[in-house]
């Protein structure tokens, strides 16, 4: 069999239905194999960054968890690297494939820069941002080379791979035994910690205020099942970072909020007076500890859960620090809980809903009567998703609205992000990725006007598919965390984050792609929104902000968690 046929039955043989990338002249062998066949489609991305974030969108939603992309040599794998980098920071298992120039032509070890047209390195340059990166001299070896790259991906911690295939290597006839597919090989916990999960039970029936933080990794591990059982049995409230958002539904009586400097300040203010955190799947880093992590949670004895040893006791000091599997952390935890007695923290879910009440971070964050708050809008677009919905935040004041405000009343939703690496115009070449994961699914975008610009390439995949998706921009006609900055360090030189920076005209933009358009400017309509929702054609929504809208509520300097900017008094 032709070794590009090969690839793409192991591809397909492990579930995956679908492949992101840009055409090019070293991978016309991999892409023609997939046109000769119906089980695997392959979406033209507009940069390869598109098809980077698409990738990895798909793998985070898509039921065999695994995502792919394709690009040429040179500039085409370069314009991965962003993509293959953001799957690092966030753990997501994605296949990167770069064509190569003919082995015969490679370079090899001369010093010279180059031996041929568009030939890179890319292995150098991704050794650091990927879990496993190879070139394959030898077609006899691809095979093993790719079955090996999949089970890494999959295994412990997850994260990407890049397999780079030499043209020729590509074109030649290998010999492929259908053997099926290698499981992955996940981490489990250690046998020999079982006294410390008797303790972990011992600390929770002697807590009074315990709280749970949930991170990506509850999600990752396919565990939000048992979390949700953890979470009903024991009656403990919970916290969310940034990527753990998703991890328990919002309607959950014990979900309080998100934690972090720009966390709502109830939920910060339920960490830093609980007297026992227990942290699932989180790094626990500057994101959520702010500056003064000495300060974070710092009357309570912490417990950690991790599936990476490297992360544990890493950033604070941690009282019992286990590494695994959460799903079978979570697993062994509650059957321990539901041989125990019933807990009852109610005095001190009391106090949480009195902070939630006295402490509603949309009315806080009004910036002026005169402009539509964001927070408003973000809660409206909360109240109308459906059920499974799937939310795709881009970076920048539209990521923390999202992660301040956006609540869905009918069930589980997922919400994704550019986390550890923070990537502008991740959310655009995402909601294509989380379409074509879940194409049953109302997918919503969400993102600034910088951000949008990044990958507005991508509205033409969008378009000329006339895939469903709700597109919405916060256009506050600047980069609005910039202009913060500037306005607050730097005496209002605001160069590049609002002097010299600019937007196009978004209707003129969504009729070019094919998409609708909708303006909100004054009242936010969610009989509107709900319209958007329904509908069966893509549409680009632009809500229009005044130009000084801002972020609150913020972390200051070296303040602990529970002392954010405007200040409070939390009694």
């Not at 499981?183 to 002697?206: C, G, H, T, V």
């Not at 919970?238 to 709502?264: E, K, R, W, Y």
């Not at 809500?543 to 939390?570: A, C, H, I, N, W």
Request: charged residues 20%; aromatic residues 8%.
């Amino acid at each position: 069999m032709k070794a590009s046929d090969v690839v793409i039955n192991i591809l397909a043989k492990h579930g995956v239905k679908t492949v992101f990338g840009y055409q090019g002249g070293s991978i016309t062998h991999l892409i023609d194999s997939i046109a000769c066949r119906n089980d695997i489609e392959y979406i033209q991305s507009y940069n390869e960054q598109g098809a980077s974030f698409a990738a990895d969108a798909y793998a985070r939603v898509a039921k065999e968890g695994l995502g792919v992309a394709i690009a040429s040599n040179g500039p085409g794998a370069t314009n991965l690297v962003t993509g293959i980098a953001n799957a690092y920071c966030d753990s997501v298992p994605v296949v990167f494939i770069t064509g190569q120039v003919h082995t015969f032509a490679m370079k090899g070890l001369k010093k010279t820069r180059q031996e041929s047209f568009q030939e890179v390195d890319i292995i150098s340059i991704v050794s650091s941002i990927t879990k496993y990166a190879i070139t394959v001299m030898n077609e006899n070896d691809l095979v093993e080379e790719l079955n090996k790259a999949i089970r890494i991906a999959k295994s412990g911690r997850k994260g990407p791979v890049l397999i780079d295939i030499p043209v020729d290597i590509q074109g030649k006839d290998i010999q492929w035994n259908d053997s099926g597919v290698n499981d992955a090989i996940f981490e489990y916990y250690d046998r020999d910690l079982d006294d410390s999960f008797s303790q972990i039970i011992d600390l929770i029936e002697q807590s009074n205020s315990p709280i749970i933080l949930a991170g990506g990794g509850v999600n990752q591990a396919g565990a939000s099942g048992f979390f949700s059982e953890f979470v009903s049995r024991t009656g403990i409230p919970v916290v969310a970072s940034l990527q753990g958002l998703d991890a328990i539904d919002h309607t959950d009586p014990n979900f309080v909020g998100f934690i972090g400097p720009f966390g709502n300040r109830f939920a910060n203010l339920a960490l830093q007076n609980s007297d026992l955190l227990l942290v699932f799947g989180s790094r626990i880093d500057g994101r959520q500890t702010g500056k003064n992590r000495d300060s974070f949670a710092n009357n309570a004895k912490i417990v950690h859960f991790d599936i990476d040893e490297a992360e544990l006791s890493h950033f604070v000091n941690e009282d019992i620090s286990i590494q695994g599997d959460i799903g079978a952390i979570l697993e062994k935890l509650n059957k321990l809980v539901d041989s125990c007695c019933e807990y009852d923290f109610s005095v001190w879910r009391e106090q949480i809903d009195n902070w939630k009440c006295r402490f509603d971070d949309v009315v806080e964050n009004a910036n002026d009567s005169k402009s539509i708050n964001p927070n408003e809008v973000v809660r409206a677009i909360g109240n109308v998703l459906p059920d499974k919905a799937i939310v795709c935040a881009d970076v920048g004041q539209n990521q923390m609205w999202v992660a301040q405000s956006l609540r869905s009343k009918r069930g589980s939703i997922r919400i994704l992000n550019s986390g550890g690496l923070g990537s502008m115009g991740y959310s655009l070449p995402a909601c294509i990725g989380s379409y074509f994961a879940s194409p049953t699914s109302r997918v919503i975008g969400i993102m600034g006007d910088g951000g949008f610009q990044m990958n507005l390439q991508e509205l033409e995949v969008i378009g000329s598919l006339r895939l469903p998706v709700v597109l919405f921009i916060m256009n506050n006609e600047s980069l609005g965390l910039i202009r913060d900055m500037h306005l607050r360090y730097y005496e209002g030189r605001c160069l590049g984050s609002e002097d010299g920076f600019s937007q196009p005209k978004f209707r003129e933009l969504a009729s070019a792609f094919g998409l609708n358009y909708a303006c909100i400017d004054k009242l936010i309509n969610e009989s509107e929104l709900t319209e958007f929702m329904n509908a069966d054609a893509p549409i680009l929504v632009e809500v229009k902000l005044g130009v000084g809208t801002t972020l609150f509520p913020e972390l200051m300097g070296f303040d602990s968690l529970d002392r954010q900017s405007p200040y409070m008094d939390s009694r």
